[in-house]
């Protein structure tokens, strides 16, 4: 996944709205880099300090709890296709934030740095 901090997708917005231009544009908006869910982890558990784990978990058994949980079929199997497509490649990158901002995305090392009491208190 190329993550994109809620912040540059509120600067392109704002952009957007207050300068020319921008009438009628398609912008697709990515962060700086395209992380695997495992490289995520490791980042959460690098910025609070924590051993934080990852588990693997087979579409089979995904399926089963999501499931269990009340999600409808139709949802589940659509997550799990695209889950599955993801691993097939990485996701681009783009470089639409800093094209219309001026200003480089920020990456998700930030925005868990910026949310790392939430994960503290998931992982207590």
Known sequence: MSLVHERDIAAVAVQALVQE???GAVYELTGPQSLTQAEQVRVIGDVIGDQVRWEEQSPEEARRRMLARGWQPDAVDGILLAQAAM???PAPVT???EKVTGIAP???RSW???HSHAFHRATR
């Open 21 to 23: 231009g921008h009438c």
């Open 87 to 89: 691993t097939a490649c």
């Open 95 to 97: 470089t639409t934030v």
């Open 106 to 108: 920020r990456t998700f």
């Open 112 to 114: 868990a740095a910026q």
